[in-house]
């Protein structure tokens, strides 16, 4: 007899749900079924932020302590709740006296028509959790997926920046001790899971549980962050089935390192690989960085993002260019292929029915290596990019290109390599003749489209120029070449 | 984590709230009072249409929409919709008891599409399901078969063809071909100005209950309630005074809320009276982007003659702008971009000619400026370009165009630009931007920078205020005294964010020397405030405020009345202060005063009313004085660009904007600011994209881009003009705040091209359309690279 229910916290209150269809959104559930209008619907598709909550979550790795992450509450599956705190904008007063977080919005005049307000109020407050002193780029880092079409932000900016300590004693660090018991309690009931509708939702908690699930049931939808499958439910009036949550599989969401790798799992969200990244790799961690929102990041996955093998998704060239590797899980077999060897055609890639992805694995640096990136875009942030261009280039001591790899998103129906490109750089040095080759070459790898982002002719264009850009880059260290630094 | 480059050491917080208000006085007209919502707003409290708590039975609208740009409608299948779970009804136009047009001034805006679809998006038939997602689904399963007619999609081909919503019209003054080919230099040029989604955070919604005597109340989210009770009561076929608007706050609206609210409202009361059930119909993003109007697109072009000295001395200017397929509120936004395409420049000889194109798009709106800022455009497009002509500074050719003393005063539809104080505010804000010591940076800086280049702009903005269309410039207000000295404030303006309602709050709490919160804001009713105008054109506190002002007094002057009469005093010895009503010796507070007149019988309620004097104009000749007065302001932005990719960033603006004596000088700089990265939004990264078909492909936000916070100038600073009370009879001396810094967005664009220019040793101006997307910006470049080596 299955159990089917989900419980979390809704602030305080023990919530248990059970036959709701595990289609509805985070948004819908609090709107239509808690009668909590606080939260606002802006856009429904994970671009505006008005929809902003905070979940607070088990640290993996400190038990004893919480994570506060702010997350789109319009493109979260209501399943995903289980085990977590989700807090609210009207959840953030204590008694009649407002929030750090919302005070200083107020006494900076940072609400106009107030309607993004509420999701700025839990961006900020996500972020004065982890840092009482936020500095300028912290803010513009925390809040870059809230839009404010009324304000022009330098309010909003200022309230965030204001410091104040006194989010230490607000009422979640009174409740602090407390909370982390429940959800401790929570964490250990069996494997969570919801049914309404016709519809279900189940939360495996290992990889046999979850190779089990999914070849049991061949019509699975594998959902990690959902920040991309949750659009065909919100923006195409999809209905799945049957959800099977990857969130909470223990061997999916870890990472760990060797030697010579950094092995991601694949439902681990990006906001907790990032550091790792940015260590090894500055121009990867950075690229990442403009990756969606915080939002956007505290839930999406390295899985998501390769899983669906969208043309337009950052992390596989990148991934393609460092050479890194993918595990594949088929019901207790595993299998490690190329990233680059995964996708096939457009939105078809190599994973059998009811295989998944494990984890990634990415080559850590070694001398005379060197990774650049670019992810180009009509607005800098939370802006899904016309061209990724991700260069990766071996030089032995003499200069000469021992071993490239140029992959482009944007540029063809799958991320791909510039194989032309590649062997017309492949054994030179990098100068002025080359590069014009390999500019040249370009041409003939690609045949890039026209879309509503840049047309074809800007597309090969400006991936020509990026391989010149790159060149000028490497050439003298010094120069001023983005834009995107003078932030 | 991304690395820093510390651009410069001053951080916003000095933007300065310089203010040159004398008469504070307690209500605290002059003082940065807090929105009146902001409390509630942070909390998650303020209460928008969506949020109401949902009436018994209520229901959920949603429409079937053409897939065609333009065709007949042959035949309509919609028994899969009607037998779809959850729907109640299916209505089309046949089931319209009224009016089936709602063209809010000409007639062209079927409610329900009449035998023929004229854009993709149009809505068609409209469906009552008992959820949200149902409706939605439902809609999807009609079968509609279209016999395909020929669509108009682009402003060359609509001019071709003479296909206009309206006809065309002339403002003319003097002999402009001939003061052309006299001037001893000539140019000409084109540009196509893009359109802009409102992308208001709150989309357009609407619920209506049917009421017990055939009637209907409405709440929506509109900047007209009056035009949403009128159109309900046309399409049922019902009186005016069956029907209540009621409107309490709107997520945003910048004109995208004036006439295109009113649709919905319509069709939610059809279906409400056909189930007599509740029906709210909210629009999901996708659909309101699709199916409502947006800023309209242009395509302007030039012909210039001017002297050494860059002097304009005759000018053609052609404005086409694209209207969508119904002429909506057209006819007075190519109007408004024909009376700016002076912006703040003396024409002399002029003639400017607007066409008002039709194109099978969706109807194109008010927004912001209303046709002004595409207006402008072309204006500043010629600056740039007799500067680069010349070999001079953008900036010396705007100063020597700028409009000056008589013989210069005078605009080409004949009113004459008076008080104009453009000269100080440009040499005040070129000093404290620092703008020649900046020039001189920036051309060594890119002298030095191979890839990266540099730019900057300072353009003005002068703007007319008033509604072009006379009789919307009026207003009128309820005010209502309690016995416990607390007051309820309604007036006929709609609260959007923009802090009308703080700002009248403030004007009343001043008459009566109050604290301004005691005195309560409520929705803007119909009922209450009758034929209110749309809260438009930024004249909402101008007209409201006003309107709230005159009631205020007179129950004030019934209080001093009652005073004079019970204490055989004279009416200079009852005096208003600090919450409290002197009277000769004795002293009250604002509550006991209240309720003794009350105890005596006084009325203290009242209306009060405002109509804008001076105004006229005619519209056959082309001359008047359509504007009571102008709002005047400057802007300096430094870009910088990447030549290899067409990517920029804006990182410092100045701004110096002369709101008169600014009533909430906080309110006002937050209008500003707004106003400006909106207009950079326009004018940069905000692209409308349709496809051969006539489908809109920038259908939501992941592909229509606003400016997130990082689009923000890093540096951003904002003043308003000292000491500049309006020299017109305004509210306070107070100036209006609402559009004209939308406007100030152009010195972005201009300092792009000034970037781009440098490519080519700044020889050429640059063409560039907008948006400047990018991509725009990389082909400027390319271009004037291969110019250079041409
Ligand atoms: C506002 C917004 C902005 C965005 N911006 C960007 C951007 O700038 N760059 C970018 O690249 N992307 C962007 N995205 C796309 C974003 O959804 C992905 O980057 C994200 O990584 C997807 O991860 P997820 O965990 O949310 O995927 P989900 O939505 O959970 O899943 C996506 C797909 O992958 C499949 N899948 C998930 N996990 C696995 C697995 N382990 N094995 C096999 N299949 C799996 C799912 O079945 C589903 O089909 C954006 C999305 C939004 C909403
Ligand atoms: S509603 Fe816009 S991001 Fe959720
Ligand atoms: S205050 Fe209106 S969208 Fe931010």
Redesign the interface.
């Given at each position: 007899m299955k159990t089917s229910k989900v419980r979390f916290l809704l602030n305080n209150d023990d919530v248990v749900i059970e036959n709701i269809d595990p289609n509805l959104t985070v948004l819908q559930y609090l709107r239509e079924i808690q009668f909590k209008s606080g939260t606002k619907e802006g856009c429904a598709s994970g671009d505006c932020g008005a929809c902003t909550v905070v979940l607070a979550e088990l640290d993996e790795n400190k038990p004893d302590q919480l994570n506060y992450k702010s997350i789109n509450s319009c493109i979260t599956f209501v399943g995903s709740l289980h085990g977590k705190q989700l807090i609210t904008v009207e959840d953030l007063k204590d008694g009649a006296k407002l929030h750090h977080a919302q005070q200083t919005i107020v006494d900076n005049h940072g609400s106009q028509c107030g309607f993004c307000t509420p999701g700025f109020v839990m961006s900020s407050f996500a972020l004065h959790k982890h840092n009482q002193t936020p500095s300028r780029s912290d803010v513009l880092e925390a809040l870059a997926g809230n839009l404010c079409r009324c304000t022009g932000y330098r309010s909003i900016i200022e309230a965030a920046i204001t410091a104040n300590k006194s989010t230490e004693q607000d009422s979640f660090a009174q409740h602090y001790q407390q909370t982390l018991c429940k959800l401790i309690e929570l964490q250990k009931l069996p494997k969570p899971a919801l049914s309404g509708n016709n519809h279900d939702f189940i939360s495996p908690k290992n990889i046999a549980e979850l190779a089990y699930e999914l070849t049991s049931e061949p019509n699975s939808t594998l959902v990690a962050g959902g920040t991309d499958l949750a659009l065909s439910v919100t923006q195409n009036l999809a209905t799945i089935d049957k959800l099977v949550y990857v969130g909470n599989v223990k061997e999916l969401t870890n990472m760990t390192e060797t030697e010579a790798e950094i092995i991601i799992g694949s439902a681990l969200p990006y906001s907790k690989f990032i550091d790792t990244l940015h260590h090894y790799y500055p121009e990867l961690g950075d690229m990442i960085e403009r990756i969606g929102s915080k939002q956007v990041r505290n839930t999406g996955t390295l899985g998501g993002n390769v899983g669906n093998a969208s043309p337009i998704g950052d992390m596989p060239p990148a991934l393609i260019a460092l050479g890194a590797s993918m595990t594949l899980h088929l019901n207790g077999e595993e299998r490690t292929i190329l990233v680059e060897d995964y996708f096939v055609d457009y939105k078809k890639t190599v994973l059998k029915p009811s295989e998944f992805i494990k984890s990634i694995q990415i080559p850590k640096p070694v001398t005379g290596q060197t990774l650049k990136l670019y992810k180009i875009s009509k607005r800098i942030d939370d802006d899904i990019s016309a061209v990724l261009a991700a260069f990766f280039i071996e030089q032995d001591g003499g200069g000469k290109i021992t071993n490239v790899r140029l992959a482009f998103g944007g540029m063809a129906g799958i991320p791909k390599r510039a194989s032309a490109t590649e062997q017309a750089l492949q054994g030179k040095s990098l100068n002025k003749e080359s590069v014009a080759e390999a500019k040249l070459a370009l041409a003939t790898d690609f045949q890039p489209m026209s879309d509503v982002r840049a047309s074809d002719k800007y597309r090969m264009t400006v991936a020509q120029n990026l391989i010149e850009k790159c060149y000028l880059e490497l050439q003298n260290k010094t120069i001023e070449t983005r834009v995107m630094n003078y932030a | 984590?991304?690395?820093?480059?510390k651009?410069s050491s001053s951080?916003?917080?000095q933007?300065e709230l310089k203010q040159g208000q004398a008469n504070v006085g307690l209500g605290g007209v002059g003082r940065?009072k807090?929105?009146e919502?902001?409390?509630?707003?942070?909390?998650?409290?303020?209460?928008?249409v969506?949020?109401r708590?949902s009436l018994r039975g209520e229901l959920h609208a949603a429409v079937g929409q053409s897939t065609q740009a333009h065709a007949n409608i042959i035949s309509m299948d919609l028994s899969a919709v009607k037998a779809a779970e959850g729907v109640i009804k299916v209505i089309t136009v046949d089931d319209v008891p009224g009016h089936t047009d709602i063209g809010p001034v000409f007639p062209g805006d079927p409610v329900l599409a009449i035998g023929k679809v004229e854009y993709i998006g149009q809505p068609i038939f409209a469906v009552a399901a008992t959820s949200y997602?149902l409706a939605?689904?439902a809609v999807?399963l009609a079968k509609i078969e279209y016999q395909e007619l020929e669509s108009v999609l682009t402003v060359k081909d609509a001019l071709a063809k003479q296909n206009f919503v309206r006809p065309p019209a002339t403002m003319k003054r003097g002999d402009s071909d001939s003061a052309i080919a006299k001037a001893p230099h000539q140019l000409s040029g084109e540009i196509m100005v893009g359109g802009q989604e409102?992308?208001?955070?709150?989309?357009q919604v609407s619920t209506a209950e049917p009421t017990e005597d055939g009637g209907m109340n409405i709440f929506t989210s509109s900047q007209h309630p009056s035009e949403v009770q009128k159109l309900v009561a046309e399409v049922l076929d019902i009186p005016l005074n069956k029907v209540l608007v009621d409107m309490r706050?709107?997520?945003?609206?910048?004109g995208g809320k004036e006439t295109q609210a009113a649709p919905w409202a319509c069709i939610a009361a059809l279906l409400a009276n056909e189930t007599k059930r509740p029906v709210k119909f909210k629009l999901?993003?996708?659909d309101d982007m699709v199916m409502t109007g947006k800023r309209h697109p242009f395509e302007n072009n030039y012909t210039v003659g001017f002297d050494d000295k860059g002097q304009i001395k005759g000018i053609n200017i052609e404005v086409n702008g694209n209207c969508g397929y119904s002429p909506d509120l057209s006819d007075a936004i190519v109007d408004r971009a024909m009376f700016h395409s002076d912006n703040a420049y003396f024409l002399d000889q002029a003639k400017v000619t607007g066409n008002r194109c039709k194109l099978n798009t969706v109807s194109h709106t008010a927004y912001r400026g209303f046709g002004g800022p595409q207006g402008m455009m072309t204006i500043e497009m010629v600056m740039d370009a007799i500067a680069r002509h010349l070999g001079k500074d953008p900036l010396d050719i705007r100063k020597v165009n700028l409009y000056g003393e008589q013989g210069r005063d005078e605009t080409h539809y004949h009113q004459t630009v008076e008080h104009n104080n453009l000269a100080e505010i440009i040499s005040t804000l070129e000093e404290s931007s620092d703008y020649q010591a900046r020039r001189k940076a920036i051309t060594k800086f890119n002298q030095e920078?191979?890839?990266?280049k540099k730019g900057i702009a300072l353009t003005p903005v002068k703007f007319g205020i008033s509604f072009t269309a006379q009789h919307l410039n009026q207003a009128g207000a309820l005010v209502h005294v309690y016995t416990d000295g607390t007051i309820h404030l309604s007036h006929g303006g709609t609260e959007?964010?923009?802090?009308l309602n703080t700002k009248v709050a403030q004007i009343v709490a001043e008459e009566f020397q109050v604290d301004v919160d005691t005195v309560a804001s409520s929705s803007a009713r119909t009922d209450k405030v009758p034929n209110s105008s749309p809260t438009a054109a930024s004249s909402g506190t101008d007209l409201n405020g006003k309107a709230a002002e005159a009631a205020a007094k007179i129950i004030k002057q019934r209080l001093i009345d009652f005073a004079c009469e019970t204490y055989q005093v004279t009416a200079e010895q009852v005096s208003f202060a600090n919450s409290q009503v002197l009277v000769g010796e004795h002293m009250f507070s604002f509550a006991e005063f209240a309720q003794m007149a009350y105890m005596a019988r006084v009325s203290l309620s009242s209306t009060g009313f405002y109509k804008t004097p001076k105004i006229h104009f005619d519209r056959a000749t082309g001359k008047g004085r359509p504007f009571f007065y102008y709002a005047t302001g400057a802007s300096v932005s430094e870009v910088?660009?990447?030549t290899?990719?067409?990517?920029?960033?804006t990182?410092r603006t100045d701004i110096l904007q002369d709101v008169g004596h600014s009533i909430n000088p906080?309110?006002d700089?937050?209008q500003i600011?707004?106003?400006?990265?909106?207009g950079m939004g326009w004018l940069t990264?905000e692209?409308l994209?349709w496809n051969e078909q006539g489908r809109l492909?920038?259908n939501?936000?992941?592909?229509y881009?606003?400016?997130?916070?990082?689009?923000?100038p890093?540096d951003?600073r904002?003043a308003l003009l000292p000491d500049a009370p309006n020299r017109e009879h305004t509210i306070y001396n107070s100036k209006a705040v609402g559009e004209p810094p939308f406007m100030l967005g152009m010195s972005v664009w201009s300092a792009l091209k000034d970037a781009i220019a440098s490519v080519a040793d700044y020889k050429v101006s640059p063409a560039l359309d907008t948006p400047a997307?990018?991509?725009r910006v990389?082909?400027a470049v390319?271009a004037l690279k291969a110019d250079g080596k041409g």
């Open positions: - | 984590m991304r690395s820093l480059i651009v951080s916003p917080s933007t940065s807090k929105h919502s902001a409390d509630k707003q942070v909390a998650g409290e303020a209460i928008y969506d949020d708590p997602d939605r689904k999807t409102h992308m208001y955070l709150e989309g706050r709107m997520g945003g609206g910048f999901g993003r996708m920078s191979s890839i990266l959007m964010g923009q802090g910088i660009i990447d290899l990719t067409g990517e920029y960033k990182l906080a309110i700089i937050g600011e707004g106003a400006f990265v909106q990264t692209e994209v492909l920038s939501n936000p992941a592909t881009k606003i400016p997130a916070i990082n689009d923000a890093e951003f904002v997307t990018p991509e990389l082909w390319e």
